[in-house]
């Protein structure tokens, strides 16, 4: 079954923005981390940006900080990804995950944390 979907992918040129989104896991429980991770064409799945709830903390990938940011909506049913200064070496699939786990920063980077996943949003950066 599958558990989140993202939106809000498509075509834009270097130095545009993008608002990614990621829904799913409803029900009586909430998930209390979150990760955004991505897939470049012939390239392997990369950590973009991380949250968690318990405690509070947000981490990203060394070379997307200031560019990404990563956020909630107030009824915790919705994540966000924020992208500004768009590259072309930002091209990919990008895939949100989830776990009712709480992860630390060291944590929220790994891929074999998270319980559920999206199926992938397109974003295509041309020059």
């Known amino acids: 079954q599958v558990q989140l979907v993202e939106s809000g992918g498509g075509s834009v040129q270097t130095g545009d923005s993008l608002r990614l989104s990621c829904g799913g896991s409803?029900?009586?429980?909430?998930?209390?981390?979150w990760g955004w991770f991505r897939q470049a064409p012939g390239k392997e799945l990369e950590f973009v940006a991380g949250l968690s709830t318990a405690p509070s903390t947000t981490t990203y990938a060394d070379s997307l900080k200031g560019r990404f940011t990563i956020s909630r909506d107030n009824a915790k049913r919705t994540v966000f990804l924020q992208m500004n200064s768009l590259k072309p070496e930002d091209t990919g699939v990008y895939y949100c995950?989830?776990?009712?786990?709480?992860?630390?920063?060291?944590?929220?980077?790994?891929?074999?944390?998270?319980?559920?996943w999206g199926q992938g949003t397109q974003v295509t950066v041309s020059s």
């Open positions: 995950a989830a776990t009712r786990k709480p992860l630390s920063i060291t944590t929220l980077s790994n891929v074999y944390e998270y319980d559920d």
């Open positions: 409803e029900g009586t429980r909430s998930n209390n981390a």
